[in-house]
């Protein structure tokens, strides 16, 4: 099997954490019903209608929403994942280093021991 063919079937074993249908809707960990609530604000982000002030304030929202998820602990494996699709903005930036953020990091390496 090609690694393309087993990233496929990672994406299809994956589906229990999509954002419709059971997923996170079915969660009710901290730091799940802080990411409904960042990508609710998020899929809502490319509103041309909005003034270079209104959209300043639209992003301080999703920051100070990506801020509480940072500091929340993971309780499961799917609020580690919901973390790091937040602080990365669906991959638009990297996420913090390890000085940055150790307890992301922690938490990472707490997922692999």
Known sequence: MKRRHFLSAA??????LSLSGRGLHSMDTPIQTEFRAWHALWVG????????????????RLLEIED????????????????????????????PDERQCPALWAEAMAAIA
Not at 46 to 60: H, L, M, Q, V, W
Not at 75 to 82: L, R, S
Request: charged content about 25%.
């Open 45 to 60: 982000a490319d509103d041309a209608s909005r003034t270079d002030e209104e959209n300043a304030a639209y992003a301080d």
């Open 11 to 16: 994406v299809l074993t994956a589906a229990p």
């Open 68 to 95: 509480r998820i940072r500091d929340l602990p993971a309780e499961t494996p799917q609020d580690f994942i919901a973390k790091t699709v937040a602080l990365t903005g669906f991959g638009m930036s990297g996420l």
